[in-house]
């Protein structure tokens, strides 16, 4: 068969492996403990379902503009100016079909052949694979672990090359939960624009924030703009991963290049969608607090437990839904490495992890505690016992 080279750049990830054995062994019964999902166990509130209904029911089920509805892009950039005091206006947004379809846009429509993109690690498996797609070199920056896993100018600034044409922030980010402190992204952004390179900003999990810290988007640094893309997801905020919403926040001729591209691919986003969108934006916001309520308390408790386990360390995420604790004391007890410790973990107490060689980080896997009090209670026990009995 005969496929073209870019395809054959990125690959399916090797964590599927383990998805696929967990799936075997519900199937024969076995009660596996999944900490696996990157999704919220929640239901899509009723509010926003109700418009999606609406939606349907008033033949809203035609082609819509490209870039999403008017009304839709107004009320993206107006909630994100009052949450975050930044000043977008609607050519500077447009509507994807999720997070996901956002960031690939820009891939394709700001990077080209032979450029750096410079991913900070770990990284969400993605976004080396977008780089790769489009001929591109993702270079890899780590993060230290014992700083909790943060980003900051200086370590960027050293990994700049001429080719450096993207750099990818994800804050709070995903495996890690790490948080970028305020004054250090504005040095980053300070640093972009003064190297003429763009600063791509993933917030799928910007509303994700835990303790005293207050929300904050890089895109609130007006001076910084023409160097900043601020990509969003509501798929993670009101629990609409399938409803496939996402967005753009850039300079117009971004957007203009992004809309230029789905016009020819996937024309707009799911017209049903788009409304249970806007609801989600301009309706009452109290259900978002309760997830995040409860997400506070699983965030403590699985870190306490976590911790507990000998062996263990955890830096402490800031944000997200997952933990991602070192686990290589393990690999001097006969465990090769991190995808070695999740199919043993799986096989031996039926609990599932994604390994942290999906992440570019081999020490650690991560939990992801979008899931009940009970399977984390029930689950942390197993690799408890697990850890102890290697
Ligand atoms: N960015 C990050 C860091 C993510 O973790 C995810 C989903 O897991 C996405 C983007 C994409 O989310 P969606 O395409 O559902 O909006």
Redesign the pocket.
């Known amino acids: 068969m005969k496929l073209a080279e870019r395809i054959s750049r990125i690959s399916v990830s090797k964590t599927m492996a383990v998805g696929e054995a967990a799936g075997k062994l519900r199937e024969q019964g076995v009660d596996v403990v999944d900490f696996g999902p990157?999704?919220p166990d929640f239901p899509t509130p009723e509010n926003i379902k109700k418009a999606a209904m609406k939606a349907i029911q008033g033949d809203f089920t035609k082609y819509t503009a490209v870039g999403g509805i008017q009304e839709l892009r107004k009320a993206i950039v107006e909630k994100h100016r009052r949450d975050f005091g930044s000043r977008y206006d609607v050519p500077e947004c447009v509507v994807n079909?999720?997070?996901?379809?956002?960031?690939f846009n820009v891939f394709s429509a700001v990077v080209n052949e032979g450029d750096d993109v410079i991913i900070p690690t770990p990284y969400?498996v993605?976004f080396a694979d977008m780089a790769r797609f489009v001929g591109a070199n993702p270079i890899f920056l780590h993060t230290r672990e014992d700083d909790g896993f943060r980003l900051t100018a200086q370590m960027l600034e050293k990994a700049i090359t001429p080719k450096t044409r993207l750099i990818i922030s994800?804050s709070p980010?995903?495996p890690s939960g790490a948080v970028i402190d305020d004054a250090e992204y504005i040095r980053i952004a300070q640093l972009c624009a003064s190297r003429d390179i763009y600063l791509l900003d993933?917030e799928?999990?910007v509303y994700f924030l835990y303790g005293d810290r207050k929300p904050f988007s890089i895109g609130s640094q007006t001076e910084f703009k023409n160097h900043i893309i601020i990509?969003g997801?509501?798929?993670?905020t009101y629990a609409m991963?399938g409803w496939?919403?996402?967005y753009l926040l850039a300079p117009p001729e971004i957007i203009q290049a992004v809309v230029k591209l789905q016009s020819h691919s996937t024309s707009n986003p799911v017209s049903i969608s788009q409304k249970a969108a806007l609801e989600a934006l301009t309706g009452p916001q109290e259900s978002v607090r309760e997830m995040l309520a409860e997400y506070s308390k699983r965030r403590a408790f699985v870190l306490e437990r976590v911790r507990a386990i000998p062996g263990v360390k955890c830096a402490e995420p800031g944000g997200?839904f997952y933990v991602y604790p070192n686990v290589s004391a393990a690999y001097k007890r006969g465990i090769k490495d991190s995808l070695d410790f999740s199919v043993k973990l799986l096989e031996r107490q039926h609990v599932t992890v994604v390994p942290g060689e999906a992440f570019g980080t081999n020490d650690h896997i991560r939990i992801s505690y979008a899931t009940s009090m009970e399977q984390l209670d029930k689950g942390l026990k197993r690799l408890h016992e697990f850890m102890t009995s290697l």
């Not at 079909?97 to 960031?103: D, M, V």
């Open positions: 990157g999704e079909i999720g997070g996901k379809h956002a960031l969400w993605s994800n980010n995903n993933d799928c999990y990509a997801s509501l798929s993670k991963t496939r919403i996402g997200a």
